[in-house]
């Protein structure tokens, strides 16, 4: 089951709500937290973003996060990462470009080293990375 709760003006205390409750779902397996350029801006802040890290890490079921245009910055990602180093499931696809572009490109923990994407890093090294965008990377 997919939950859609794009460009809705999700602010940080009702991702606090959404993010608690997800804690214990077990039939959401793609949540969709994305904003479109310009519309109702969901935004994650850095409250919100340490309950995204505790959900990520209690949540067994989800699959798919999109969580791009939510603002989520250096700090918030680097919470994201923290996930991925108590444990996280390594098939877990964070998806973080804007809900607009619709082909978003996923990081997919598993695929690194020999098997991550032409020049790209190994993805299990996300603590170190600096996100200045809503995307980790673009291709040229």
Do not use: C, W
Not at 40 to 67: G, H, P, V
Not at 76 to 91: H, I, N, R
Not at 111 to 137: F, S, W
């Amino acid at each position: 089951m997919a939950l859609n709760l794009s460009s809705n003006e999700i602010s940080g205390t009702g991702f606090g709500y959404i993010f608690e409750a997800m804690k214990t779902n077990e039939s959401i397996i793609e949540l969709n937290l994305s904003t479109y350029e310009g519309v109702n801006r969901n935004r994650i802040t850095k409250k919100s973003a340490i309950q995204l890290r505790e959900m990520l890490i209690q949540n067994e079921f989800l699959e798919i996060l999109k969580i791009g245009g939510t603002h989520l910055g250096n700090e918030g990602m680097s919470q994201v990462a923290k996930a991925f180093q108590y444990g996280l499931d390594e098939t877990l696809k964070v998806d973080l470009k804007k809900a607009e572009k619709h082909k978003g490109e996923f990081i997919q923990t598993g695929a690194g080293g020999e098997n991550a994407p032409k020049g790209r890093k190994d993805y299990r090294l996300l603590p170190q990375m600096r996100v200045d965008t809503d995307d980790i990377y673009q291709d040229a």
